[in-house]
């Protein structure tokens, strides 16, 4: 199977650049969760993840504290060969739910 | 205040009016996106992190979905490469957006989710209920 990550410039890399440079003391650790949630989804493993928005089916994984990392999954097949390509699309402050 | 005169300085560095940092709300490490549009006009606008479930992060969704569907994203084939550009965005001073950004407006966004709502519902009501089917 190919595997395929990618990232949304404005909605992730700008947001993950922002808590990567505020939170520079945790950087490894984030990027250690970064890598991890990298690996679960590329694997198809979508444990710990909830739905996010139910309109257009992205789904959602914590980060660190209450952030989180909005994502999509594409699955194709292309002459044969599945694909699963995952959209890294946002990173944004989850509410607080009581 | 809403206009001001700045000046580029050396190293293409601008500053921005105290008045507009604090009526935005805005500190140092801030992100703004920063748009060139046809008549050589440059609109900044915030682009901090933004709480989900907000018409902001609908918004955000919105334009990177369209960003899928125009393919306008960075790919990696590797952990070392995904390593790597995490590096790069922690230190980055500009982060290069797609060249025509398709960021839909907020209204054809809402225009759009109402076609969808009413196509769906015009497609329920021509199906008969299953209970009724003989």
Redesign the interface.
């Known amino acids: 199977m190919k595997r395929l990550l990618s990232s949304d410039p404005e909605g992730f890399d700008g947001p993950c650049g922002e808590l990567l440079q505020r939170l520079y003391s945790r950087k490894q650790e984030i990027k250690t969760r970064l890598h991890q949630i990298e690996g679960n989804l590329l694997d198809g493993n979508l444990e710990g993840t909830k739905e996010h928005n139910r309109w257009t089916g992205n789904r959602c994984v914590p980060l660190v504290d209450d952030y989180v990392v909005v994502f999509s999954v594409e699955e194709s097949s292309e002459g044969g060969e599945l694909t699963r390509h995952v959209y890294l699309l946002a990173v944004e402050l989850e509410k607080k739910r009581h | 205040m809403n206009r001001a005169l700045v000046r580029l300085r050396n190293r293409n560095q601008i500053t921005l009016p105290a008045e507009v940092i604090s009526s935005l709300g805005l500190e140092a490490?801030?992100?703004l996106?920063l748009t060139v549009s046809n008549s050589n006009c440059v609109q900044l606008r915030p682009?901090?992190?933004?709480?989900?479930?907000t018409p902001e992060?609908?918004r955000?969704?919105h334009?990177?979905?369209e960003?899928?569907r125009q393919k306008?994203?960075?790919?990696?084939?590797s952990?070392e490469e995904?390593?790597r550009?995490?590096d790069k965005?922690?230190n980055?001073d500009v982060?290069?957006?797609?060249a025509a950004?398709q960021?839909p407006e907020p209204v054809k966004m809402v225009s759009e989710?109402k076609q969808k709502v009413m196509a769906a519902v015009e497609a329920a009501l021509r199906d008969e209920p299953a209970s009724y089917s003989k």
Not at chain 2, 72 to 77: D, G, H, P, Q, V
Not at chain 2, 95 to 98: A, C, G, M, R, S
Request: hydrophobic share 50%; net charge negative.
């Open positions: 490490g801030d992100w996106k682009a901090r992190i933004v709480t989900a479930d992060a609908e955000l969704e334009a990177a979905a960003n899928v306008n994203y960075s790919t990696f084939r952990p995904f390593d550009h995490l965005i922690a980055a982060i290069e957006l797609p950004s960021t989710l």
